[in-house]
């Protein structure tokens, strides 16, 4: 990747990073863990990727990102605030009883968020729907969404993607976040989907892995997706949960909990300081 | 809507028929697309699959992504129906219609069929007695329960122009077409005087619309007179309609193939308790569970009969007369 671009899309996931820890510690509460294992990701989408218009967000011609794994909606946040939806400094009203910056995402409150979620399993349905509506109706939109390690524990999941195979959803790119941690623990020690290869496969689906904090690799992994006919594109994601703030780097207490003052000035600091 | 609303007065028409050929039928003019979980060939949507195929998705038995799926489409543009039987889709998939589609207000019409006890020898587990409770509790939900065949293909038509989810409650089972498929408008959220009378009101829905019919019919023959109300719009309720019933008449009876807990006998008993406290009785399955059985003798089993109705008439009466 050219270093112009390479930078310009760091700077973008700091700001997303920033962003998200300016609206988890003005909450008191929110999900960073499993929003900066995305932030890298959803820096590439909305700023390399995705066919958009943050001054027309209803645009119909629009990619659409679904947030499957809605409690990072931190991270979309701050990414869509980041690519001009709306002001930076709405961040911090998020969670509060007056913000349209609901705790999980709010496609009727919040411009830019294509579809409300939260709920895990239901997201990937609705991106189906979505890339289906594009056949349809003949357009070439792509739809992406993003799902949990621990959210593909989800039956439905499973049924969304056995859809997308037979309705041959090819304009489908789903992301597996897989940063291995979820609120019990590890997801290899609840009820553990991984291996995801042989699954993904044998549901009909097209399989990648990206490095999740490797933009090169993540734009070998979308660069793939956007090759493969006939059938629906799941990138295995491999990331660390709390990316960036190394005292949330890989710790379940940080899926769910808010930075204290003083825990969220060392925080920005260390994002800065990779600015 | 001429070339299909061609039942006779009297014909005996399951609602769920009148729904998948109204479907077909409207496919012709409004590009609405059509999802089912596999049951296509009971829930009659196989009518719109034959005329529309490229407008037809079978979802297989997974009918917590299919209402995701009708989400995804209605926030791409879309209007969509989703079809299974009422147990599956507002059982099954409550969740998925309460966060992806009624959150979110999309313009997703869910048309279940199969509802209530007249599913008949199958059993309890596909005889769904709380849909309508379910539906009528999810805020900017429409919940519609047409009381034949008319109606509801009526019914399907107006709601194509109701912007957000609508819940669409159809039968397996056949019953007598009152309506006159020439004359009859269909208005949501609008009740329907059917008889008039001053002792009583019997507000029913569904089926029940009929049997209140008959039951006015017996009860006239024993002095009473009652007025009967149809209410196929359970949400939003027609509530100036069932308000004025109670000033007029002063006792209510609800009638409803439904646990009484939730439909329309709360419904009624919620407007009339905040507007004009009379006596409301109900009848409906009085929360259970049904069984296996012929469709006659099961109603039978769980009072929804006209004389059921009869009898709660009287007793409402007695209740107003203290």
């Known amino acids: 990747m050219e270093a112009d671009k390479l930078a310009l899309l760091k700077h973008q996931a700091a700001r997303i990073r920033l962003g998200i820890l300016d609206g988890v510690h003005g909450a008191g509460s929110g999900h960073p863990g499993g929003s900066l294992s995305i932030a890298d990701i959803l820096s590439y989408l909305y700023f390399e990727e995705m066919r958009i218009d943050p001054a027309n967000p209803t645009w119909e011609d629009r990619d659409r990102l679904v947030l499957s794994k809605g409690h990072a909606a931190p991270a979309l946040y701050a990414a869509l605030a980041a690519r001009g939806y709306f002001p930076t400094e709405k961040l911090t009203t998020l969670r509060q009883v007056d913000s349209f910056l609901q705790g999980h995402p709010d496609m009727k409150h919040t411009p830019g968020v294509d579809m409300s979620t939260g709920s895990l399993g239901q997201g990937i349905s609705a991106a189906c729907g979505m890339a289906l509506a594009a056949k349809v109706d003949g357009r070439d939109y792509r ?31 789903v992301v597996i976040d897989w940063n291995g941690l979820q609120i ?92 | 809507m001429e070339n299909i609303c061609n039942w006779k007065i009297g014909e005996k028409v399951a609602t769920r028929e009148a729904y998948g ?11 609405f697309v059509v999802l089912d979980a596999d049951l296509a060939e009971a829930t009659k949507t196989c009518y719109f699959k034959k005329a529309y195929p490229h407008r037809f998705f079978d979802c297989g038995i997974a009918e917590g992504n299919m209402i995701g799926v009708a989400a995804g489409l209605a926030a791409a543009g879309k209007t969509v129906f989703a079809s299974s039987f009422a147990m599956f889709a507002a059982g099954r998939a409550f969740e998925q219609i309460r966060n992806s589609v009624a959150y979110p207000h999309l313009n997703v019409k869910i048309a279940a069929t199969h509802a209530g006890i007249t599913v008949g020898e199958d059993g309890a587990t596909h005889q769904c007695l709380e849909d309508l409770s379910l539906m009528r509790t999810l805020p900017g939900m429409t919940v519609i329960n047409p009381a034949d065949a008319v109606e509801a293909a009526a019914a399907l038509e107006a709601v194509l122009s109701v912007d957000g989810p609508c819940y669409l409650r159809f039968g397996r089972y056949a019953t007598p077409v009152f309506h006159d498929p020439d004359t009859y408008r269909f208005r949501v959220g609008k009740g329907e005087v059917v008889a008039d009378g001053t002792d009583v009101t019997l507000v029913a829905t569904g089926i029940m619309v009929g049997m209140a019919m008959e039951a006015a ?80 003798p099961l109603l039978e089993l769980y009072g929804l009969t006209p004389a059921h109705i009869c009898e709660k008439a009287k007793a409402a009466l007695s209740m107003k007369r203290k």
């Open chain 1, 143 to 173: 739809v992406y969404a993003i799902v949990g390690d621990g959210e593909s524990e989800e039956g439905q999941v499973w049924e969304a993607l056995m859809f997308a195979a037979r309705y041959d959803l090819d304009n489908l790119c």
């Open chain 1, 184 to 275: 019990d623990g590890p997801v290899s020690e609840i009820v553990n989907p991984a291996p995801y290869d042989g699954k993904l496969a044998g549901f009909g689906c097209h399989v990648v892995h990206m490095d999740a904090h490797d933009f090169d690799s993540i734009a070998r992994a979308f660069d793939e997706a956007k090759t493969v006919k006939g059938k629906p594109t799941v990138i295995i994601a491999t990331s660390v949960k709390g990316k960036g703030v190394s005292y949330m780097e890989n710790q379940v207490k940080w899926h769910g909990s808010a930075p204290n003052d003083q825990q969220y000035a060392q925080a920005v600091e260390e994002i800065k300081a990779q600015m």
């Open chain 2, 21 to 31: 050929k109204a479907l077909a039928a409207l496919g012709a003019a409004h590009d």
């Open chain 2, 217 to 296: 019919a017996t009860l006239a023959g024993e002095g009473i007179s009652a007025r009967v109300i149809n209410i196929s719009t359970i949400k939003p309720l027609d509530e100036e309609l069932i308000l004025k019933a109670a000033r007029e008449t002063g006792a209510i009876v609800t009638a409803e193939e439904h646990n009484i807990i939730g439909g329309l006998g709360s419904a009624v008993a919620e407007t009339v308790s905040e507007g004009c406290p009379v006596p409301v009785l109900r009848v409906g399955v009085a929360d259970s569970f049904g069984r296996s059985g012929k469709v006659p």
